[in-house]
């Protein structure tokens, strides 16, 4: 019979968070991400007694990680952003029919430290950014492997060698590949809040929950910027600017009115979950994450609703709320 002892147990889970992050870079998924580290966790545990030395325990973790990722790849359809795959549509278009192969969030509490020294925070958040994960998604899985590890996690080409069984040389040809395909993507022209406050941040979103709840669309739209993208995944339909998303939200949208919002965090930034009103009171609709563009003045750059209600656990927030929730205006 297999034992292990607490202690090999403990090292296993330390490094849950991290191995999180990484499996989410390559699979796109916040769900997938943590079902292949629980399945890394397993495969681990179970060859414990195999381990020669505990100081190789973080490379042995991130080789079976990397592993079970590949195998999740195999075959499967590549993930991305609505944005990615269509032009933006009026906002009085068909939503069209739901697809299940996007880019979905991740909660920050599942990949980020807070006690992370701030620079690596801050480099790990931009990392998380819905749209360089969706650019991943267009590596092969091991140039995406490669990548991560070289370029986010700052593992030495060696390293990465030895986990991949491959050469330096290998390792140096699939990272330059890798940032070629990237370059390609042109990621600069994408908006990036790196250089936005967090406090500014904050300010923002605050106004956008008090807009929303009032269900004042003309005045949530002054907070966005003029090619502020709206997508609602897994519907492919997308709009763009503050008309096309006032459109959509007084017309088919226009079923978020009175909905309650409660704030949490996903992919490096603020989100927001929505419940709509139901006949017991309030439903999980979306987590809705959003993007913001520096200033003068700040604005929302990005509104992308992921429409998966089973997601809101993972984001800390309670699967419906009581009419007593309602807090009245003073």
């Known amino acids: 019979m297999l034992t292990t002892s607490p202690s090999i147990e403990q090292e296993l889970e330390s490094h849950r968070r991290a191995l999180t992050g990484y499996c989410y870079r390559m699979l796109g998924s916040g769900s997938e991400a943590e079902d292949a580290v629980q399945e890394t966790m397993v495969r681990a545990w179970r060859a414990a007694d195999r381990l020669q030395e505990r100081a190789a325990l973080k490379s042995w973790l991130y080789r079976i990680a990397s592993n079970v990722c590949f195998d999740m790849l195999d075959g499967s359809k590549r993930r991305a952003l609505p944005m990615d795959m269509s032009p933006a549509s009026a906002a009085d278009s068909p939503l069209g029919e739901p697809e299940h192969n996007w880019v979905q969030p991740i909660a920050d509490a599942r990949v980020l430290a807070p006690e992370s020294d701030p620079a690596e925070l ?7 950014r ?18 991560v590890l070289r370029d986010v996690l700052r593992w030495q080409a060696s390293e990465v060698a030895e986990l991949l069984e491959t050469s330096v040389a290998s390792v140096n040809s699939a990272l330059q590949r890798a940032r070629a395909t990237l370059g390609e993507l042109d990621l600069d022209s994408v908006s990036s809040d790196r250089a936005v406050d967090d406090g500014e941040k904050q300010a923002l979103l605050e106004r956008y929950v008090e807009a929303f709840e009032r269900y004042d669309i003309a005045s949530l739209v002054t907070l966005l910027k003029e090619d502020a993208a709206f997508s609602m ?22 079923k978020c009115e009175g909905s309650l919002l409660r704030i949490t965090w996903a992919n490096g930034g603020p989100a927001v979950g929505i419940y709509n009103q139901a006949e017991d009171g309030y439903a999980p609709w979306a987590i ?40 009245e205006p003073h």
């Open 288 to 327: 809705v994450v959003l993007e913001f563009s520096p200033g003068p003045p700040t604005r929302i750059a990005g509104l992308h609703h992921f429409i998966y209600p089973e997601l809101f656990p993972a984001f800390g927030l309670p699967p419906r709320l009581d009419r007593d929730d309602v807090v």
């Open 233 to 254: 995944p897994p519907f492919p339909l997308w709009v763009v600017g503050p008309d096309q998303i006032a459109a959509f939200m007084l017309g088919t949208g226009a």
């Open 130 to 147: 819905l749209a360089f994960v969706a650019a991943l998604q267009h590596l092969p899985a091991r140039q995406r492997a490669v990548l």
């Open 122 to 128: 801050a480099d790990s958040r931009e990392t998380l």
